[in-house]
């Protein structure tokens, strides 16, 4: 069975567990991007047979997604844009000495929204894939909005902070040269802005520098001692946050099998998704929430074999890794898409097998070393903020190898400083970057399709049950985020508040 020849073949298993292992720690460090690694092994792997490619690049792609969990909860700079989410609470139970439970429970949670990413792409690919076609250019302008407004999940103060902040990471993610038009957009004049802001530099500054600057003010406070007890959470922890998972997963494969989102927004989504169905938590979001950590690390998991689906049933990549692989198997000789199915159904379960052994190499690896990991948080301070700079430069320098991004991740760091000290939310900035160019191009082809018709784009929308059903989701969560609707919500519930 082909589902097995992984399991069967010593030299293949021990290529996925290489590439799981490597992606874990190449995850881990902020700027070196899981797409970077996978394009790099292109080049190596050109002379290999297929199996053997595709196994080291499945491997260091799972590995990658969980890795970006570790510095995130550490030292409060994700190593990736899905680990965004993770941050918010994991960083927080880092500074009350729970890093080891944090790290745990992340582990075994994207353990379990690989298994459902993967156990969806095995039955129910066809499906899933048909339904991810069914997507518009204004659907995906939609899903951008409706990921711009979650910018209140993120705020846990004023909503308009978080909205401002969101905004401005739109802007600055339209920073330089229009795609369409190639027309230069907020650059003023300057050359240097003609290529826009790498996103990395400014996720990596507003975290990894800020947090620097802001632990300047406690240099010489004792650092927080980490409590490593019982690293795997208990069962009766995992049936706690079970139907969590399930919901979370759920997202998780149906955005990863959208083409050109991702786990990023999956992660964001899932977390505003976990505070919107929580009551009670056991401590408030963004201050160590558990459901904070499941929900994000299930769901960018489980974009990872939603990700596979359009890439294996239609030959349209999830993400920018899937678009990769397509290349790599074009190399070797295969056709990604409806045909690939059909005639050549042994390389479908073989994926699905190598995906089945990445995801038990990324629990048991994820597992280990968790003391030694944590040995980071109880450096003292004046070693630990150098230690922190150094892998914000090292990180925005290897992302394309610019001096340039290391000057706009130290600016972005200050600024981000400044944002914190006055109540300004980070996350939504970050955000906003990353929708900007899903936002900006969706719109253009929307508009462009409705020969730039206002009133048949809207006829769309309401004639489509995808595009109401989104229409209505964007209408709803910005009318629950307002006082109006809490002071209404109490109302009714016969608690009055004022507004």
């Not at 990736?80 to 745990?104: H, V």
């Not at 499941?294 to 890439?311: Q, R």
């Not at 040995?375 to 700079?389: A, D, F, G, Q, T």
């Not at 610019?402 to 970050?430: A, E, N």
């Amino acid at each position: 069975m082909d589902f097995l020849t992984v399991l069967t073949h010593p030299q293949l298993l021990m290529l996925v567990g290489l590439g799981t292992f490597a992606g874990i720690y190449v995850g881990a460090i902020p700027g070196l991007s899981v797409t970077m690694a996978v394009s790099i092994l292109i080049s190596f792997t050109f002379s290999w047979d297929v199996y053997p490619a595709i196994s080291l690049m499945i491997g260091i792609y799972m590995g990658g997604v969980y890795g970006g969990s570790r510095t995130a909860i550490l030292l409060n700079i994700p190593g990736a844009p899905s680990a965004i989410a993770t941050a918010l609470d994991g960083y927080p139970m880092a500074k009350r000495g729970e890093a080891g439970t944090a790290i745990g429970v992340t582990t075994v949670m994207s353990f379990f929204g690989g298994f459902v990413g993967i156990a969806v792409l095995a039955l129910a690919a066809p499906l899933v894939s048909d339904f991810a076609l069914r997507f518009q250019p204004r659907d995906y302008m939609l899903l951008a909005v409706l990921g711009v407004l979650l910018v209140g999940s993120l705020s846990t103060g004023s909503l308009v902070k978080g909205i401002f902040a969101g905004a401005l990471g739109i802007a600055i993610g339209a920073v330089g040269r229009d795609p369409l038009t190639f027309t230069e957009r907020f650059t003023f004049d300057f050359q240097l802005l003609e290529g826009g802001i790498s996103f990395i530099a400014v996720m990596i500054g507003m975290f990894g520098v800020s947090e620097a600057l802001t632990q300047l003010q406690h240099v010489n406070k004792d650092a927080v001692r980490q409590k490593i007890g019982r690293i795997v959470p208990s069962f009766a922890t995992v049936r706690k946050y079970l139907p969590l998972s399930l919901q979370t997963s759920s997202i998780g494969v149906i955005i990863g099998a959208l083409p050109g989102t991702g786990g990023d927004i999956a992660a964001l989504m899932a977390y505003d998704h976990a505070k919107r169905v929580t009551k009670n938590p056991d401590r408030p979001f963004g201050t160590g929430a558990m459901e904070g950590l499941v929900a994000p690390e299930t769901a960018n998991n489980a974009a990872v074999g939603g990700a596979f689906i359009p890439m294996m049933t239609l030959g349209i990549p999830g993400d920018a890794v899937t678009a990769i692989m397509i290349g790599a198997l074009f190399i070797h000789g295969l056709n990604p898409g409806p045909m690939l199915m059909i005639d050549q159904p042994d390389m479908f379960w073989f994926i699905v097998g190598a995906l089945v052994a990445a995801n038990c190499f990324m629990l048991l690896f994820g597992l280990t070393g968790i003391k030694l990991f944590t040995k980071i948080v109880e450096m003292p301070r004046s070693v630990l903020i150098p230690l922190i700079l150094i892998l914000s430069i090292v990180g925005a320098y290897a992302v394309n190898n610019s001096i340039s991004d290391v000057y706009w991740m130290l600016g972005f760091g200050v600024f981000g400083y400044f944002m914190r000290h006055y109540g300004y939310p980070l996350g939504p900035v970050i955000l906003g970057v990353i929708l900007s160019r899903l936002l900006d191009d969706n719109w253009r082809r929307a508009i462009i399709s409705e020969r730039e018709d206002l009133g048949r784009f809207f006829e769309g929308i309401v004639t489509s049950p995808l595009s109401l059903v989104l229409f209505v989701s964007v209408i709803l969560i910005f009318v629950s985020q307002t006082p109006m609707w809490r002071w209404a919500k109490a109302r009714v519930f016969g608690k009055k508040k004022k507004l």
